[in-house]
């Protein structure tokens, strides 16, 4: 089958470093270098490579190349795959812009992948203000006690699993909610608010499901701040902002850089808050490739779907760590 | 003196705030499933009562959705863990421009997000397994293909984990084995593991939560069976039912149990390694006191 044409390109790559890397053994010749096998036993050592090599090649590399192939192809009923109408085609690239059965701009797609996306930026830069006072206060100012129970706060909602944190948000914004009881009782309103009509909800719940994920990076990237560097700052008479401007923000900047990108990547990829928390006339992204794939039954268009939103995801990042001037590598830790 | 009153009665506020939000929506979910209303409903509270619970425990979707999650998680740590290991040893000592790829590789699956994994897996394994009817069979399952996409990235959390651990290593430990006599695998059995328990510990513990948890893979991935999570999206789309808070509440009640028992193990270690140091500079002090002795003598 055509389709298997990509284990080529795994394969070529690390052909390519292998020869690279005997090229260099030769040039330099050191007795002292022992090879993998012979550093670690050849059984351990083949059991090492081997499991490596399935993991990133059958669990990573292979099936998003492979998705990224089935992208190209038409939607097909089962035994016609392989056959003449099997073809290479763009055609569900283009169904993103143009709806195949109108003829049409294909608008509401559209607008529901740039809503994805802003609505992202929006969590991510209102996460980055809930969180980094927190994060400051414990890493700068806490006793180590306090800091450690603080923690311990943190971790424990993080385990109740996201479906069920959506669920106690759902019922704390519903119109019979709590929040709507308070306030139809304090006569703010007399008829309840529409938080989860008008996607207040879905902000909140994004908010709330990440808030951890952007905590700790910064925490991390603060902690090792030496104390004495803010003391110096504030001896020569700056003032509390300049000092978060200057000296605190500047140093933070690759657990800041970690944390919004994790933010961001996790609230685009999400599924569960948009589902039970997002309007009735809400499309998110992911939710419409959901469709594709458990409702229209349409995998090559859901892949293309998954891949533009991927390819999306990875240029954004990729120009915010370049517009911040960090590098990727000191993202991931 | 007063401004510095009020910042910290400011920061105090903030935090207070913070973890409002964070507890605040759970512990209102929490007073739902002792509620009689059908509706869950926190106040007015108008009897307290079990039923929630009994209802849960012979809900047969939930059940059957928490053994598989539990067949699930126990397959991941399985199978991500030791790819984890074997993945930091391997990043340690491969061909140093290789490195840079490798590391990619490794870690993207952190950052792509969960729908793709799952979508890349189930397509991609749906043409490998079809290949003959017998792997057809045997592996195209909800509960196989499910363990297959969550290990591409818990693995990778595993791979962080264990490398943090490793790059504390002391090479004169291996060095010191080596000289002695040990053969490459007695240091790793014999050495590098004992060393690397702990990591490996807690990469099992994060490994089985993260499964247990996880959704956007899971929904995917499980074809026509059923997780815990996946019965309770359903049941969460269809209607809201006090129930589900039954559920929650168990679940905020075993990580309590586990916060607490963490906690105390910190606290007692940490009293161990005191009194260790307290009697290691002990010693030392003797060990001067007999030298001091040693030295008059002669």
């Known amino acids: ?333 | 003196m007063s401004s510095k009153f009020v910042m910290k009665g400011m920061i105090g506020f903030y935090v207070f705030l913070f973890f409002a939000y964070l507890f605040g929506p759970l512990l209102v979910m929490s007073i739902t499933a002792f509620n009689t209303p059908n509706y869950p409903q926190a106040y007015p509270f108008e009897a307290f009562t079990f039923d929630w619970f009994v209802k849960l425990w012979n809900h047969r979707a939930m059940m059957e959705g928490l053994h598989n999650s539990i067949i699930i998680g126990v397959g991941v740590v399985a199978v991500s863990v030791p790819i984890g290991l074997a993945a930091s040893i391997v990043m340690n000592q491969i061909y140093h421009r290789a490195r840079g790829l490798y590391y990619l590789v490794t870690v993207s699956p952190v950052l792509t997000p969960g729908v793709i994994i799952g979508i890349s897996t189930v397509i991609f394994w749906k043409d490998m397994m079809g290949l003959t009817d017998v792997t057809k069979g045997l592996f195209y399952k909800g509960i196989v293909l499910t363990i297959l996409g969550q290990s591409s990235f818990i693995a990778a959390y595993c791979l962080l984990i264990i490398m943090a651990r490793l790059q504390r290593f002391d090479r004169a430990q291996e060095e010191a084995a080596l000289d002695l006599g040990a053969s490459y695998p007695q240091v790793f059995w014999h050495i590098l593991l004992p060393f690397l328990k702990p990591a490996l510990i807690s990469a099992a513990v994060i490994a089985f939560l993260s499964s247990f948890e996880n959704y956007n893979t899971t929904t995917f991935a499980i074809l026509a069976d059923k997780t815990l999570v996946t019965v309770l999206a359903g049941e969460v789309r269809q209607g809201t039912t006090p129930a589900l808070s039954a559920l929650a509440v168990i679940i905020i009640g075993f990580t309590l149990v586990g916060a607490i028992i963490y906690e105390i193990m910190r606290r007692r270690e940490e009293r161990v390694a005191a009194d260790r140091a307290r009697a290691a500079r002990e010693a030392e002090r003797q060990d001067l006191g007999a030298g001091a002795l040693a030295v008059q003598a002669a």
Not at chain 1, 65 to 72: D, I, K, P
Not at chain 1, 108 to 126: E, R
Not at chain 1, 210 to 217: C, D, G, N, R
């Open chain 1, 1 to 333: 089958m055509s389709r298997f044409f990509i284990f080529l390109i795994p394969v070529v790559v690390i052909a390519v470093f292998w020869v690279m890397s005997r090229y260099e053994a030769k040039g330099r010749h050191d007795p002292t270098r022992k090879s993998f096998l012979e550093r670690n036993g050849t059984v351990l050592g083949i059991v090492f490579i081997g499991l490596v090599a399935f993991w990133t090649l059958f669990l990573v590399a292979l099936p998003y190349l492979y998705m990224v192939q089935e992208s190209f192809h038409p939607k097909l009923p089962p035994l016609k795959r392989g056959g003449p109408d099997d073809f290479l085609t763009l055609e569900q690239y283009r169904s993103f812009f143009v709806e195949p059965s109108s003829g049409d701009w294909n608008t509401n797609h559209m607008s529901a992948f740039v809503f994805s996306i802003l609505a992202s930026v929006g969590v991510t830069a209102l996460n980055f203000a809930i969180c980094y006072p927190l994060a400051y206060y414990m890493a700068q100012a806490g006793t180590a006690q306090k800091v450690r129970l603080l923690m311990l706060g943190l971790i424990v909602p993080y385990w109740v699993n996201e479906i069920l944190r959506a669920f106690s948000l759902r019922l704390l914004l519903a119109s019979k909610g709590l929040i709507n009881q308070a306030i139809m009782a304090l006569g703010i309103s007399d008829t309840p608010i529409d938080f989860l009509g008008t996607d207040t909800g879905l902000y909140v719940g994004l908010s709330y499901a990440y808030l951890l994920v952007m905590i700790f990076p910064l925490y991390n990237a603060i902690e090792s701040l030496d104390k004495n560097q803010i003391e110096a700052a504030r001896d020569l008479g700056a003032p509390w902002w300049r000092i978060h401007k200057e000296v605190v923000m500047p140093y933070a900047k690759p657990g800041i850089a970690s944390g919004c990108t994790m933010v961001f990547m996790l609230s685009a990829g999400s599924l569960a808050a948009p589902l039970f928390l997002g309007g009735p006339n809400t499309l998110w992204f992911t939710a419409i490739v959901y469709d594709f794939f458990f409702q229209a039954f349409n995998w090559p268009r859901g892949a293309a779907y998954a891949f533009i939103l991927l390819a999306a995801c990875i240029f954004f990042v990729m120009a915010m760590l370049r517009l911040f001037k960090v590098s990727l590598g000191e993202t991931i830790r």
